[in-house]
């Protein structure tokens, strides 16, 4: 199988099993507060990572088959009883373990959907389907659409940090946590958004320089140089 085949089946990959490693790690014990902090930050960066891996997907190509009807051991089938639809801007992927088919629905999507590169990865059970390529507005209007997730997922971690802060403030006004303790949460829970701020970059510029291309440019200093980790991620949301 080539190399750009190998990156088609990853789009398929479990995208939580793929960020895992990127998540907050620490060899110490976390203060409660802030590992309930780390919890519900986690679980909003692995929805942000979703949300920026689909962003360019439509509706309309992730339900390409919905209507369609293939013949699979000389019976008409319901395509969609035998397949699973996932997409990106630039790709379909159809995944299916019946290899007729798979085969059935390629006759489909080039004779009645009348796409023009359309593969088949059979040790992988694949059917990927490139789209044409965006023209310079659309990818613009990707590319502010990624930002917008970004900025979004910033102000959830920063809503988070805001609720938190208010237990802290609780648990000491009833003793359940005293002074030095809640200064350890505090720090815990700054070194967690540092991570997660940076690890949000990285997957959001992944995502925007794949769209951009040569057009991707960033200004900032030390964006630029947290910018060199972009090949650490891209595979997961790219």
Not at 3 to 29: G, Y
């Amino acid at each position: 199988m080539s190399e750009a085949e190998i990156e088609d089946v990853a789009e398929v990959v479990d995208i939580e099993t793929l960020a895992r490693p990127f998540c907050f790690e620490t060899e110490k014990e976390l203060m409660s507060y802030s590992d309930a902090f780390e919890s519900r930050v986690r679980d909003r960066f692995m929805s942000f990572i979703k949300e920026i891996k689909d962003a360019g997907a439509s509706e309309e190509n992730l339900h390409i088959l919905k209507n369609a009807k293939i013949t699979v051991k000389g019976k008409q089938r319901r395509a969609m009883d035998l397949v699973m639809v996932e997409c990106t801007a630039e790709k379909i992927f159809v995944r299916s373990l019946d290899d007729e088919a798979r085969v059935e629905v390629m006759k489909y999507l080039k004779t009645e959907k009348d796409f023009k590169n359309v593969k088949e990865l059979k040790e992988e059970q694949l059917v990927v389907v490139t789209l044409p390529k965006m023209d310079i507005e659309r990818k613009f209007e990707l590319s502010d659409f990624l930002e917008q997730k970004y900025k979004q997922f910033h102000k959830n971690i920063m809503g988070v940090k805001s609720q938190t802060n208010q237990q802290l403030k609780a648990g000491m006004e009833r003793e359940y946590i005293d002074g030095p303790d809640a200064a350890i949460a505090n720090k815990e829970v700054e070194e967690i958004i540092i991570h997660y701020v940076k690890m949000g970059k990285l997957i959001f510029w992944a995502k925007q320089k794949d769209v951009l291309r040569h057009q991707f440019k960033l200004t900032n200093e030390d964006d630029i140089i947290l910018s060199r980790k972009i090949g650490t991620v891209k595979h997961i949301v790219v």
